[in-house]
């Protein structure tokens, strides 16, 4: 099992899509980023892995490889993606 670096280099404001992947800072493919989020809620994201999954009353840190957050179904705020 490979082992998640616990300090990121790079920070992304998201916006939830249904459609759209959140796009790598760096110009590169997104191979998963990890999230915060700041105001309590819902939150749906597809995984790395191609898993649709809503984490109900989340907030903070959500140590999963995240490709995309959802608009819909999601209702939390202030979400940051980190690599």
């Known amino acids: 099992m490979s082992a998640q670096n616990l300090?990121?280099?790079r920070a992304y404001e998201v916006t939830p899509s249904?459609?759209?992947n959140i796009p790598n800072p760096s110009n590169g493919p997104n191979n998963g980023c990890l999230l915060y989020v700041g105001t309590i809620g819902d939150?749906?994201?597809l995984t790395l892995g191609q898993d649709d999954v809503t984490f109900v009353g989340f907030s903070g840190?959500?140590?999963?490889?995240?490709?995309r957050v959802f608009a819909?179904?999601?209702?939390?705020?202030d979400i940051i993606a980190l690599w």
């Open 72 to 77: 819909t179904n999601t209702n939390c705020g």
């Open 7 to 9: 300090q990121a280099t």
């Open 61 to 67: 840190f959500l140590p999963v490889q995240v490709v």
């Open 18 to 20: 249904d459609t759209v």
């Open 43 to 45: 939150l749906r994201v």
